[in-house]
């Protein structure tokens, strides 16, 4: 089973549609993420749940609306996006978000654009 | 604020050829965790190697090898015998007291047969 697992792969939506991201993980962690990866920037962290607390809201516009309801999975609901939105996002999760030393794994990502 | 620096946008390298990818990093943290990943053209992200700020000895893994040097605050990843799976876009990572992980800019590498 991959460990970290994203659906759609691929989206296209129009500014007035409303769609969400879906972020799965098989690995027994405890902290999931969310990521932006624009064309030519650094990854952005956006989004950090530990324990299904959000801990982390990176100044992310309220179109984007994150739901955790468990450990193993993650949301993105995505709605009046703007053009300057599509990315590849990623989803990734650690053993601990309140740690240095844990690696983040990260799923396949799901390649967004907004028409 | 953590702050990652690849100064290195794109590399060419030899099959069976080692390459190195600088990375340097700037953090006041006195615990922090260093990380590279590996970014292929699919888009996943993958985990590569990690490095503690407390770590006497450099990481290994497999054919990855970091060269930390903390004093200069470097943390260069080692290809050894590449090969033409290797060609990818490659982030360093850190991770400091605020549980954020911060990446580079990337460096794109290609190998050639």
């Known amino acids: 089973e991959t460990g970290v697992t994203q659906t759609p792969r691929h989206l296209v939506m129009g500014m007035t549609n409303k769609k969400s991201l879906k972020c799965e993980q098989h690995?027994?962690?405890?902290?999931m993420y969310w990521y932006k990866q624009s064309a030519k920037k650094p990854l952005e962290l956006m989004f950090v749940?530990?324990?299904?607390?959000?801990?982390e809201n990176n100044s992310v516009p309220s179109r984007f609306s994150p739901e955790c309801p468990n450990s193993s999975h993650l949301f993105l609901h995505l709605h009046t996006l703007q053009p300057e939105d599509s990315a590849l996002y990623l989803c990734?999760?650690?053993?601990?978000?309140?740690?240095?030393?844990?690696?983040?794994?990260f799923g396949p990502g799901t390649r967004l654009t907004v028409l | 604020a953590q702050k990652i620096t690849q100064t290195q946008p794109g590399m060419f390298v030899q099959e069976k050829e080692a390459v190195t990818l600088d990375c340097t990093y700037d953090?006041?943290?006195?615990?922090?965790?260093l990380f590279w990943y590996k970014q292929p053209s699919s888009g996943e992200m993958i985990f590569l190697i990690y490095?503690?700020?407390?770590?006497?000895q450099n990481a290994t893994e497999g054919r990855y090898s970091l060269n930390f040097q903390k004093a200069r605050k470097s943390a260069n990843l080692v290809i050894s015998a590449s090969q033409l799976g290797d060609s990818a876009m490659y982030f360093c990572?850190?991770?400091?007291?605020?549980?954020?992980?911060?990446f580079g800019a990337g460096t794109t590498v290609t190998v050639r047969a």
């Open positions: 690995l027994g962690h405890n902290a």
């Open positions: 953090t006041s943290d006195p615990s922090y965790g």
């Open positions: 990734a999760s650690s053993q601990s978000g309140s740690t240095v030393y844990n690696e983040q794994f």
């Open positions: 749940y530990n324990f299904k607390e959000q801990t």
């Open positions: 490095q503690g700020s407390y770590d006497q």
């Open positions: 990572a850190m991770r400091g007291s605020d549980y954020k992980l911060s």
